[in-house]
């Protein structure tokens, strides 16, 4: 992208690029387009909420779901309900009637995982495993309650005393989290079956399956009163973990939709701020952002964590990365649509607060990972990925490995290597350049080499090699 390198010296997501273009085409721009369609806005940021958390549930392995989804589940659910209330309470201190305050601190009271990773991704940095497991887990799963959290606020906003009672929120939670889980569970095992069954006459469907069967894991439970976001989340986890044909260029499609739809929404969004107001509560949401940051987010992550046997600094960590995108807007957009009582208003401070919460964690997110010392030395990316699609499961093992200093096949020939008679090096990627692999090629630090093996072969190869790339 043309303004990437910039973010990334400031750590700063790149979306907000696109929010600002947004803002400056809208009609206190220079563009001058007069936009403030809700429905539409709010129908897309669904939808694109959707594919979103989609292409973060294929890329979530199970592995990771059973190191972090105790403390991520506790965070995504009452860390919800804590730092909403915090918020609330601040908001009612600085004179919002109580309806909206906690409206107020629902919606802003969930992560975003688009928001965390693209700035981890754009500082070159990898947390350590449990951390950035917990992380990723969290920004995945607290949205769920966030929007069910807004909705009944919203409504008992119109409402007042004609809604429901308040001791009935708990219960109408856990159903429609318990439904949507269940669903997404089935929905996603039935499409991985489906997927691996069908024989579609060319490469290009499988994508238009899978973006199907997505569709149908959120559109399903929500017409069943059920959690639409829990269910296309664990769907893409079921789907990811499964034997998929043409899985490379799968995912690489999914990832390209993701990244459009936060394109996509940060520029309606963009279009829907009137710079004008936001001046009008911009003491209010610097004092909340600030808040959040600062004090709700992080005391909320350090009593619910602190039964989990985190370290201090990974407790504090996880509190300070909890950065807000998009989904805070988006779901801004609802009480305006319904034309709930102070609705304009609320939706300008959570436009303040999500773009300072970007601006203020989000710039110190690199730097914060170095002094504490939370991330893991990472091997360098390829300047070229080989990768094999298939429309049927292969039996055989196609990985890379990096060739570093302290390895013991460093500076040894391929001949030398002693690989077992199923296993052998297909490629060598030294630089810029591909080298075909001969026996008397010698294998240098800063090497990429592709080996082709059989499954059972794999253990003795990550022997010689250390683990593989695409772990």
Known sequence: MIFSRATERVSVPVVLI???????????????????????????????????LFDGGLNTPLAAVRVGIAPAGILATVGVVG????????????????????????????????????????????????????????????????????????EHLIAGDASMAWWDVPGHVALELVSGAALGLAIGYVGRKLIQHLRLPAGGLYPALTLAIA???????TLLQGSGFLAVYLAGILL??????????????????????????????????????????????????????????????????????FKPKE??????????????????????????????????VVFF?????????????????????????????????????????LSGDFSSYYISEGLAVTGAEIADLGLPDGAAVSLVIRGNDLIPPKGSTVLSPGDHVYIVSRPEDRDFVQLLFGRAEDE
């Open 315 to 348: 407790i504090g960590y996880i509190g300070w990365v909890g950065l807000r995108g998009a989904v805070p807007i988006v779901f801004a957009t609802y009480p305006v649509l319904m034309e709930a009582p102070g609705a304009g208003r609320i939706f300008n």
């Open 83 to 154: 730092i909403a209330a915090g918020i609330a309470v601040v908001a009612r201190a600085l004179g919002f009637p109580w309806n909206e305050a906690m409206l107020l601190g629902a919606i802003v009271s969930s992560t975003d995982a688009s928001a965390v990773f693209t700035v981890l991704r754009g500082s070159g940095l990898h947390l350590k495993k449990r951390v950035g497991t917990t992380l990723e887990l969290e920004s995945g799963l607290n949205d769920p309650m966030a929007f069910i959290l807004m909705i009944a606020l919203t």
């Open 240 to 309: 990811g973990n499964g034997d998929l044909p043409y899985r490379a260029g799968l995912f690489r499609v999914h990832d390209a939709m993701a990244w459009l739809s936060q394109i996509a929404m940060f520029l309606i969004l963009g279009l829907l701020v009137f710079p004008s107001e936001l001046i009008e509560v911009g003491w209010n949401g610097v004092v909340l952002a600030l808040v959040l940051a600062f004090v709700a987010r992080p005391l909320v992550v350090a009593v619910l964590l602190l039964p989990f046997r």
């Open 215 to 221: 569709c149908i894991a959120f559109a399903v439970p």
């Open 353 to 393: 607060i999500v773009v300072l919460s970007a601006i203020v964690p989000g710039s110190t997110v690199a730097w914060v990972t170095r002094k504490l010392r939370l991330g893991t030395p990472d091997t360098p990316t390829p300047p070229a990925i080989l990768a094999i699609e298939s429309r049927q499961r």
């Open 18 to 52: 696109f929010l600002v273009i947004g803002m400056l085409a809208g009609s206190e721009g220079i563009g001058g387009i007069d936009f403030t369609n809700y429905a539409f806005s709010y129908r897309l940021g669904m939808i694109a909420l959707a594919l979103i």
